[in-house]
């Protein structure tokens, strides 16, 4: 048992700036490659709908999130509301505010067509926070299949605090 408790302080060590670095998205840039490498196209990114987008980045975005919650381990019901917390629309807005300033003139008209896509109606979300919500997911989506390590270096920029 104690060797498994100083490997697991090892790892910790090793691991703890785990979604501090360049190589946070390296499954992304392993999938893309793996595709890629398959001989399967991705299909062009403008016949994908913002919406899609969106619905892609949703899920790559909450994984980010959920890899960055890890450590230090907790019961599974703390890294669920840790993860809620950071997932949310409200938070998705404040993360796109400090993402905006480091974007590029072809990654804000992502953004604009994420937030024009963003048509659903949440009663207890302002219309204005749910759009940006949309438009960061929208952006993750679209650089998940173009560029993951542009994704890797914006995601960079979010301090996302795992305790």
């Not at 409200?90 to 994420?114: F, K, T, V, Y």
Request: with cysteine; hydrophobic share 35%.
């Amino acid at each position: 048992m104690r060797g498994w408790t100083r490997a697991v302080a090892s790892e910790e060590e090793e691991s703890s700036n785990f979604c501090e670095t360049e190589s946070d998205l390296s499954w992304a840039v392993t999938r893309f490659r793996q595709l890629n490498a398959a001989g399967k196209s991705l299909p062009k990114i403008q016949q994908l709908s913002p919406a899609s987008l969106a619905y892609l980045g949703d899920a790559v975005y909450e994984l980010y999130i959920r890899s960055c919650c890890l450590l230090p381990p907790k019961r599974v019901k703390d890294y669920h509301h840790q993860v809620v917390a950071q997932v949310r629309a409200e938070s998705q807005a404040a993360s796109l505010q400090i993402l905006e300033p480091h974007l590029s003139a072809p990654e804000l008209e992502i953004l604009r067509r994420g937030r024009n896509a963003a048509t659903a109606n949440s009663r207890r979300l302002d219309p204005k926070i749910y759009q940006q919500a949309t438009s960061l997911e929208t952006l993750i989506g679209y650089l998940y299949l173009t560029n993951p390590q542009r994704l890797t270096q914006l995601l960079a920029y979010l301090e996302i605090d795992p305790t």
